[in-house]
C-alpha cells in the first residue's frame, strides 16, 4: 500500500501528466457549464464526483453515467456548474488529477448528437420471415 501511495505521489508530479497533450485538453475555451469527465474508476459514485468537484463551485449536477443492464460505471460522467466560470476552475483544477485511483481528465461536455429514426415496424424478407435485430430470425 505504501509503494501504490508513493507511485501516486511520483505521477502527480511527473510531467508526463502535465505534458503537452494535457496542456491541449485545456486549449479550448468553455461555453457551457456542463463538463465531460473522462477515465473514471468503475467504483467512482455520484457521491464521490460530488465530493471531489463541489469545492469549485455549486454543483447543479454530477451524475456518472451507467450501463442499464449491469448498473455498473461506463468510465465516464457529466458534471455542471451554475456558472461557466465556476466550470472553468474546476476543469483547471481537476484536468489530469486522481480519483479514487485513477487519473480523470475534463473536457467541456459536446452537445448529444440526434440519434437516427428508428424503425418501428420491421419489413417482412422475401421468405415471409421478420427480422427481430436485437434477438435474430423469428417467424
Known sequence: MAFLSG???????????HSHYA???LSSTLTSP??????????????KLKEAFSSFGQL?????????????SKGFAFVTYTTVEEAEKAR???????LDGWVIFV???????????????SQPSETGLTVNKTVGWCG
Open 7 to 17: 507511485v501516486q505521489r511520483l505521477l502527480r508530479h511527473s510531467p508526463l501528466l
Open 23 to 25: 496542456s491541449f485538453r
Open 34 to 47: 456542463k463538463l465531460f469527465v473522462s477515465g473514471l474508476s468503475r467504483l467512482t459514485t455520484d457521491e
Open 60 to 72: 447543479v449536477e454530477a451524475k456518472v453515467i451507467t450501463d442499464r443492464a449491469s448498473g455498473r
Open 92 to 98: 483547471e483544477g481537476m484536468n489530469a488529477k486522481f
Open 107 to 121: 473536457d467541456p461536455a459536446k452537445p448529444r448528437e440526434p440519434r437516427p429514426p428508428s424503425q418501428s415496424q
